[in-house]
Every structure is written in C-alpha cells, then in structure tokens.
Nanobody, 116 residues
Framework: QVQLVQSGGGSVQPGGSLKLSCAAS????????MAWSRQTPGKERELVAR????????YCVDFVKGRFTISRDFAKNTVFLQMNDLKPEDTAIYYC?????????WGQGTQVSVSS
C-alpha cells in the first residue's frame, strides 16, 4: 500500500505560478513512476507529467512543456509540480499518482484555479 498526501494549489492570476507537492509513504520500494494528472468537470482525467521514480526520466504532455516541471526529492519521497505561466485553461483539480506493483494509487486532489 502507498499513501499519497498532496499539498499546495490555490488561486492565482494568469501568468502566475504555483507549486504542488505530493508526499508518499507506505510500501515505497516498488514504486515505478509518479505522475500528476488533472481533471475538470465533465472531462476525463488527463496526464500532465510523469517521472520515473528510480532514474528520474521525465515525460510532459505538450500543452505544459516549457511551463510545468515535475521533479522529485528521492530522500523525502516527494514529487513536485512547479507550474509557471499559468493559464485559465489550467484550472482543474490536480491529482498525484503513483504506480507500484501494477497498482495505481491516487492522492486526494487539490484545486488549482487561474483567473483574473
């Protein structure tokens, strides 16, 4: 079992920045990847960025490249999502995700709102 606790998020004006954190605990030795996804009402959850837990290899979707950065603190079992140049269309609930032993674990979700 893996537990994920998210922090960060909130409201910001367009062009602003926010940083999300996700702390993992539990059975961490079999984590393959950690990722951030987001969801808006009426839409499916979509992947934003993913990081390979052991080697740090990163994948970001095109619509956040150059604006969002995923990183990890291996010693603190924490993954981050630094979001810069936020746009109104980035408004969503953001979820942290870990894959361990072929099981998906999810954080509690955190609201990010971008508006003027």
């Amino acid at each position: 079992q893996v537990q994920l606790v998210q922090s960060g998020g909130g409201s910001v004006q367009p062009g602003g920045s926010l940083k999300l954190s996700c702390a993992a605990s539990g059975s961490l030795f079999n984590i393959y990847t950690m990722a951030w996804s987001r969801q808006t009402p009426g839409k499916e959850r979509e992947l934003v960025a993913r990081i390979d837990w052991m080697n740090g290899k990163i994948y970001c979707v095109d619509f956040v490249k150059g604006r969002f950065t995923i990183s990890r603190d291996f010693a603190k079992n924490t993954v981050f999502l630094q979001m810069n140049d936020l746009k109104p269309e980035d408004t969503a609930i953001y979820y942290c995700n870990a894959v361990a032993d072929h099981v998906n674990y999810w954080g509690q979700g955190t609201q990010v709102s971008v508006s003027s």
